[in-house]
T-cell receptor
């Protein structure tokens, strides 16, 4: 079964601290894609990153970095020097092939991150 | 320019009514989706259309009927609204066809429609 687990329901850190959001996935596919989305208090969903299963290189984008490890089925997200604007719910997601051959996205339950000024 | 837009943003209605939510994307994408986000923030796909063709139809009550007049629009019509339909509904679009053979692309989401059924 395809599954995404975000065990951290809520995290609070003081501004400028680093924070890591965990994501663990389960899939039987050998080819799959992982995503992170941000949902700020305004409610929209913002795409952050897509990573395919064959690319285990870590990625850095400004203060954001992602650590993909197939050995532990994890795709963790780290925010360095956090800012109040980082306060949001963050979703990890996994794409998989359904029984009908089409592609679907399954989301984790999200981690609510609060940055305390 | 809004990439994926939805109307209305808020919808308050009584049980038993019929309502529609409209979605439009100007990204030139071929595939569009409807998701439901419940009060616990859980996101679940409802439907997916590729070039006006239905390709995903999850276990959703048949009171929900999507309609795609063209590939830039995917509307959601809900009949006989129930209290449990209260949620935020998101429209999304992506470049892919919905089949991995064509590539897997990120989905871009609209701002959401908060539906409250009283």
């Amino acid at each position: 079964a395809q599954k995404v687990t975000q065990a951290q329901t809520e995290i609070s850190v003081v501004e400028k601290e680093d924070v890591t959001l965990d994501c663990v996935y389960e899939t039987r596919d050998t080819t799959y894609y992982l995503f992170w989305y941000k949902q700020p208090p305004s409610g929209e969903l913002v795409f952050l990153i897509r990573r395919n299963s064959f690319d285990e290189q870590n990625e850095i984008s400004g203060r954001y970095s992602w650590n993909f490890q197939k050995s532990t089925s994890s795709f963790n997200f780290t925010i360095t020097a956090s800012q109040v604007v980082d306060s949001a719910v963050y979703f990890c997601a996994l794409s998989f092939i359904s029984n009908f051959g089409n592609e679907k996205l399954t989301f984790g339950t999200g981690t609510r991150l609060t940055i305390i000024p | 320019d809004t990439a994926v837009s939805q109307t209305p943003k808020y919808l308050v209605t009584q049980m038993g009514n019929d309502k529609s939510i409209k979605c439009e994307q100007n990204l030139g994408h071929d595939t569009m989706y409807w998701y439901k986000q419940d009060s616990k923030k859980f996101l679940k796909i409802m439907f997916s259309y590729n070039n006006k063709e239905l390709i995903i139809n999850e276990t959703v009550p048949n009171r929900f009927s999507p309609k795609s007049p063209d590939k830039a629009h995917l509307n959601l019509h809900i009949n006989s609204l129930e209290l449990g339909d209260s949620a935020v509904y998101f429209c999304a679009s992506s470049q892919g066809t919905g089949y991995r053979t064509s590539g897997t692309y990120e989905q871009y989401f609209g701002p959401g429609t908060r539906l409250t059924v009283t």
